[in-house]
């Protein structure tokens, strides 16, 4: 690779993946042990992030620094699809109609800006407001670029300055709250979802191919990466090449990036370990034997195969069984509707987030204190949430109760599991097992699609060696992150 084309100072651009931080994991089901990381540096003028100083616990009090007494409280995201039902549960308002409601500001004092735009654009359209000097309390982050803004001392607040300290978030999973705390553990954004993700499958595919005949026997068949591969195997053989495990190498790659244990990034330098062949080795199985789709995501193939029958699984998020997944089989009564169930799948993961976060500058401090007890910490009000929406919400002391109580969060999407399987008791358990302390740097996201491009484009289709893979993979990262340094 070209030394000087590693160095130069490009604009540095968002990999447009639907995925979320690299860095999760639970040691137990890695196969790859824990190494030492080997670097590669070019000296580069870098310009440290703003720093934040460990906030004391101020109780329940709202710092006096904090404003308070606005006339309008803002609330600002990208879409519709879950900030009004957040207003609607903590304000006590229709699920039915506060969409309308809040568009045509019938809702008292509560102005909400919905940018009507993707994810991935929203932080141009919040940089617009800071710039423009908009009226804002409260907005919401995506976890590809929420540290943008979570580093950033002047675009979000300390929550605990609003009187929000550890004894208001003791249930929350623990990898929400990594990504909602900036470089120095202060936690400046909060979650009111857990985006928890399993491996979703045919069940009667699953008894035909693999004699396995539930959720526990699929795991113990496929709980680990070694074994998921034997699996495809199987079924590809079985099958005689016409049905593969794993939807897309997306799918695939957003499960086994969350067992990474070592950073993409230490001291500015981009860190390619072992962890990195050993995924482009299982991918490449996968790929060459058929077990695992030449589907991309967010495409009409990508669901066509799930309906077709030559697509067994599905690597899904919490948010996804009613969406995506639910389109896999068909529809309601589509023609594979009914036949699926749910395991842990080889490794926990997690995929996608929202986080709440708070103005500096808010003049309506304790509204968005209020907001955030009930979309965050007010367990009655989360219950509700949960089963309203219905959402998988960030507290895992309600989530456990529902589910020991067998709720019914959906009867379209609890339909689509065979016996009416709890698809939510295997993503518990995979929630409590995410851990990624210490792993999450601000180039995650882009890294980590950098990464799978690079495989995707040499390694499996481009034939390519491995060595030749690595260079590819840091000429992209070079282009996209040209803060990083780099050696050669």
Not at 6 to 30: H, I, P
Not at 107 to 129: P, R, S, T
Not at 177 to 192: A, C
Not at 264 to 271: A, S, Y
Request: contains cysteine; glycine residues 10%.
């Amino acid at each position: 690779m070209n030394t000087l084309k590693r160095t130069l100072a490009l604009v540095a651009t968002l990999a447009m993946t639907a995925t979320a931080f690299a860095s999760c994991g639970d040691e137990k089901k890695e196969s790859t042990p824990k190494e030492e990381p080997t670097t590669t540096a070019t000296p580069e003028d870098t310009t440290a992030p703003e720093e934040t100083t460990a906030e004391p616990d101020n109780g329940d009090e709202i710092d006096a620094s904090v404003k308070t007494g606005g006339d309008t409280f803002t609330i600002a995201a990208w879409n519709h699809d879950d900030v009004p039902y957040l207003i609607a549960q903590w304000k006590g308002l229709s699920f039915d109609t506060v969409v309308e409601d809040l568009a045509d500001n019938k809702v008292d004092g509560i102005k909400f800006i919905d940018m009507n735009v993707g994810g991935g654009q929203a932080a141009e359209k919040y940089d617009q407001l800071f710039n423009e000097g908009s009226d804002l309390d409260v907005y919401f982050c995506e976890a590809d670029w929420a540290l943008k803004y979570i580093n950033d001392d002047s675009k979000t607040l300390a929550l605990s300055k609003l009187g929000l300290g550890d004894s208001k978030f003791t249930n929350i999973y623990n990898y929400t709250d990594e990504i909602g705390k900036d470089q120095n553990g202060v936690r400046k954004g909060i979650s009111w979802q857990a985006a928890a993700g399993g491996f979703a499958y045919r069940a009667d595919l699953a008894e035909e191919y693999l004699g396995v005949k539930s959720p526990d026997e699929m795991d113990a068949k496929i709980g680990n990466w070694e074994n998921f591969v034997a699996a495809a195997k199987e079924v590809s053989e079985k099958s005689s090449g016409g049905v593969a495990l794993a939807d897309t190498l997306g799918g695939l790659w957003q499960a086994f990036a969350c067992g990474r244990t070592q950073p993409w990034v230490v001291d500015n330098k981009l860190v390619i370990d072992d962890f990195c062949k050993n995924f482009a080795d299982t991918a490449k199985e996968l790929w060459d034997c058929g077990g695992v789709t030449k589907n991309s995501q967010w495409t009409d193939e990508w669901t066509a195969a799930g309906v077709s029958g030559n697509c067994m699984g599905y690597f899904v998020s919490t948010w996804g069984f009613g969406g995506f997944f639910l389109d896999a089989a068909g529809g309601e009564n589509g023609a594979q509707y009914g036949k699926w169930a749910v395991c842990q799948g080889p490794t926990p993961f997690y995929w996608g987030g929202t986080w709440i976060v708070v103005n500096p500058e808010t003049d309506n401090g304790e509204e968005a204190r209020d907001f955030i007890i009930s979309a965050t910490s007010d367990e009655a009000q989360m219950s509700a949430y949960a089963k309203a929406k219905p959402e998988y919400v960030n507290n895992s002391q309600v989530m456990d109760d529902l589910i020991a109580g067998d709720t019914v969060f959906n009867p379209t999407v609890s339909g689509n599991f065979k016996d009416g399987q709890n698809y939510f008791k295997k993503l518990a358990e995979n929630a409590k097992s995410i851990d990624f302390k210490g792993l999450i740097t601000p180039y995650d996201s882009t890294i980590k699609g950098n990464f799978a491009d690079a495989v995707k484009e040499n390694y499996l289709d481009g034939n390519k060696s491995w060595d030749e893979t690595v260079e590819a993979f840091k000429d992209k990262v070079a282009e996209s992150v040209p803060d990083l340094e780099w050696d050669d």
